[in-house]
């Protein structure tokens, strides 16, 4: 918490000396009063004495003012805001091994499923896009704010061979990067001149295992991703007991293994800055990516909360002058 006039705490100091005060004169009062009476009669005077309790209500509005002088302070705090606007490119792996049913129905829909559990969690300004990748990296669809084209771009996704997650990372570099604007004068607008940060991008991608082909190594992806400030969050899917099946010449199947490999996974998202998350079924997946579309939807800002403490320091008062109304009544 930061404060934008903190030379106004130096008021709290007051607070002890207040105490003080306020035992002093206790101290004067009880010491005056027994030189005009004798205190062992008082019981015979009065129904009830409030003892301890009588320094509640001074706590309660001490309270109350220690919280109006840090609201005078003008406190800052770092609060979650929704994010308006972002960038996101979904890149899903369709490699062979996308085909294994150790996550029910198949790795690939689950995938789809969870796609689709993110864009309900995404705001509705967010630009999605979705990238395929097997052999090569495919533009599935560019990013775009229109749903439908997105759910119809991750039904179109169909297996291939191959993993080309070097290739899938620079792609989606390539296409979620934002078109500058034209000038007043006809040139190309940059950030410097508009004034403007343009909207964050991320990656999120989903694989289960290491590069297999492509032309980009996935270390050169994570570096360009890392020098453009794109984090890139990657999900493991699959469990050590996945398998597909090859039909072969002459009616033959070979079983072919087809265990997750998250080495280069954790590569990309350490580099990048990202997140790299671990789905071993279709449930846990579609929580992942809910989870991260909760949280690309939002962002760190600094927000004044006098407010909180102006509310707060008025509920003190209130209860401090209740308490000293009820249980400091004088009895008749």
């Known amino acids: 918490m930061s404060f934008t006039w903190p030379l106004v705490l130096t008021a709290l100091l007051l607070l002890p000396v207040l105490v003080?005060?306020?035992?002093?004169?206790?101290?004067?009062?009880?010491?005056?009063?027994?030189?005009?009476?004798?205190?062992?009669?008082?019981?015979?005077?009065?129904?009830?004495?409030?003892?301890?309790?009588?320094?509640l209500p001074l706590a309660v509005l001490l309270l109350a003012l220690a919280a109006m002088i840090v609201g005078v302070a003008r406190p800052k705090a770092t609060v979650s805001v929704p994010r308006e606007e972002a960038t996101v490119v979904l890149a899903i792996d369709v490699s062979r091994s996308m085909k294994?049913?150790?996550?029910?129905?198949?790795?690939?829909?689950?995938?789809?499923a969870a796609a689709r559990a993110f864009l309900e969690q995404a705001p509705e300004k967010f630009r999605v896009g979705v990238v395929s990748f097997a052999t090569q990296a495919l533009v599935a669809v560019p990013p775009t704010e229109d749903r439908t084209l997105v759910l119809d771009a991750l039904d179109s996704l169909t297996p291939g061979?191959?993993?080309?997650?070097?290739?899938?990372?620079?792609?989606?570099?390539?296409v979620g990067r934002p078109e500058p604007e034209a000038s007043p004068e006809g040139g190309s607008g940059s950030e410097s001149e508009s004034g403007q940060e343009p909207?964050?991008?991320?990656?999120?991608?989903?694989s289960d295992g290491k590069r297999d082909g492509g032309a980009v190594d996935p270390?050169?992806?994570?570096?360009?991703?890392?020098?453009q400030g794109v984090p890139v969050h990657t999900v493991l899917v699959g469990t050590p007991e996945g398998v597909v099946e090859e039909r072969l010449v002459?009616?033959?199947?070979?079983?072919?293994?087809?265990?997750?490999?998250?080495?280069?996974?954790?590569?990309?998202s350490a580099a990048t800055g990202g997140q790299m998350f671990t789905a071993v079924d279709a449930e846990q997946l579609r929580a992942v990516y809910a989870d991260l579309g909760s949280r690309l939807g939002s962002r760190k800002a600094e927000r004044e909360i006098t407010d909180a403490f102006a509310g707060l320091a008025a509920v003190l008062l209130l209860v401090g002058a209740t308490l000293?109304?009820?249980?400091?009544r004088r009895v008749p």
């Open 20 to 55: 003080v005060a306020f035992l002093w004169y206790e101290r004067r009062r009880r010491a005056g009063g027994a030189r005009f009476g004798n205190p062992d009669l008082l019981p015979n005077a009065i129904d009830r004495e409030p003892g301890k309790v009588r320094y």
């Open 100 to 112: 294994a049913e150790d996550i029910e129905p198949t790795r690939l829909d689950a995938a789809r």
């Open 161 to 174: 061979e191959g993993t080309a997650i070097g290739d899938a990372v620079a792609l989606s570099l390539q």
């Open 199 to 206: 909207p964050p991008r991320s990656i999120l991608l989903l």
């Open 219 to 227: 270390a050169e992806a994570a570096k360009e991703a890392q020098a």
């Open 250 to 268: 002459g009616g033959y199947t070979r079983i072919i293994q087809v265990p997750p490999s998250p080495e280069t996974l954790q590569q990309l």
């Open 324 to 328: 000293s109304a009820f249980l400091l």
